[in-house]
């Protein structure tokens, strides 16, 4: 699975506000996306455990570790203060402080988080506050 760049732009011309409906999905879904049963409000991609983890976006890793309730999570400032949030990853790949482009691996899907089936929880934030990531993703 090779995901086409979210801009064909060089990296530093291309903020992520730019980016709506624009992000390839982190991961090669095996089912329709589903809404997660809880307060959160991003999305669980149903995905075979090992598949490769995508960044949505260009940014730096800041948080890659393990959560109570998110399992393996790994967490990438795009600047213009948005988030991307990768959880119930069976492995991370990367640590923080490290630069991402646009689909590079940054992790493993996983069971890790309390789910009873593999797959990626996927967040984005903007100013701390979660939003639907699937307005975001481009349609296939």
Do not use: C
Not at 16 to 45: C, M, N
Not at 75 to 104: F, M, R, T
């Amino acid at each position: 699975y090779d995901p086409p760049r979210a801009s064909a732009a060089p990296a530093s011309d291309v903020t992520f506000s730019t980016l709506r409906g624009k992000l390839v999905a982190p991961v090669r879904e095996l089912f329709p996306a589903r809404s997660v049963p809880t307060a959160r409000k991003g999305v669980f991609l149903r995905a075979r455990e090992g598949e490769v983890v995508r960044a949505v976006a260009a940014g730096r890793v800041v948080y890659a570790d393990w959560m109570r309730g998110l399992g393996n999570l790994l967490i990438v400032d795009h600047g213009e203060a948005y988030l991307s949030i990768y959880g119930n990853n069976e492995a991370l790949l990367k640590q923080p402080g490290d630069s991402v482009s646009a689909g590079e691996v940054v992790a493993t899907v996983g069971a890790t988080g309390g789910s009873q089936e593999s797959g990626l929880y996927f967040e984005l934030r903007h100013l701390g506050t979660a939003f639907d990531p699937l307005r975001w993703l481009k349609r296939n």
